[in-house]
T-cell receptor, first 115, second 115 residues
């Protein structure tokens, strides 16, 4: 049963610290998305990649967030320095397709708390 | 920019009764529409999608949705609700025929099925 995996599942850190979240997409999927979920804003798209190339990161605060795909099996989302307002659940999702019609498969999320 | 409205924060339905979760959207051009479900402390799961063709789309777990272009709606329905259907439901949209692939989600609707 292929699944998207995310690590860590929970992260508590102090303001100013660096946070790195990792995602392993489903093998063979060529598109990876990062979303953030908060009570106030709901689900927001942060960035996405196709065939490891970044296509859109307009949803990310550029000064502190960065997203990369070092290889096809790993996507990372980094926050440096972290702030309390970054507290949220961060979801990675993957899919396969070229036209955007594919469903996205979501990981279990990383719950980030910044104190 | 596209947007999704889910006008009800919560919908309460008695088990065995039909259910409807409402969704309206705004997007340039033809829409690609999706419904996802989220159980507590889990990632989102795909239910169904409308890309083109028949306006009535059937999905997982007995759910279906009807695309109505004139009303820009994509309401989720099920003929007979189960207690296990209780969850948070998200409607999402992206513009069809190219462009950004990331989904824009509604705020979500809590569906509560009462025994």
């Amino acid at each position: 049963d292929a699944r998207v995996t995310q690590t860590p599942r929970d992260k508590v850190t102090e303001m100013g610290q660096e946070v790195t979240m990792r995602c392993q997409p489903i093998l063979g999927h060529n598109t990876v998305f990062w979303y953030r979920q908060t009570m106030m804003q709901g689900l927001e798209l942060l960035a996405y990649f196709r065939n490891r190339a970044p296509l859109d990161d307009s949803g990310m605060p550029k000064d502190r967030f960065s997203a990369e795909m070092p290889d096809a099996t790993l996507a990372t989302l980094k926050i440096q320095p972290s702030e309390p307002r970054d507290s949220a659940v961060y979801f990675c999702a993957s899919g396969f397709g070229l036209a955007g019609v594919e469903e996205q498969f979501f990981g279990p999320g990383t719950r980030l708390t910044v104190l | 920019a596209q947007s999704v409205a889910q006008p009800e924060d919560q919908v309460n339905v008695a088990e065995g009764n039909p259910l409807t979760v409402k969704c309206t959207y705004s997007v340039s051009g033809n829409p690609y529409l999706f419904w996802y479900v989220q159980y507590p402390n889990r990632g989102l799961q795909f239910l169904l999608k409308y890309i083109t063709g028949d306006n009535l789309v059937k999905g997982s777990y007995g759910f279906e949705a009807e695309f109505n272009k004139s009303q820009t709606s994509f309401h989720l329905k099920k003929p007979s609700a189960l207690v296990s259907d209780s969850a948070l439901y998200f409607c999402a949209v992206r513009p069809g025929g190219g462009g950004a692939d990331g989904l824009t989600f509604g705020k979500g609707t809590h569906l509560i099925i009462q025994p």
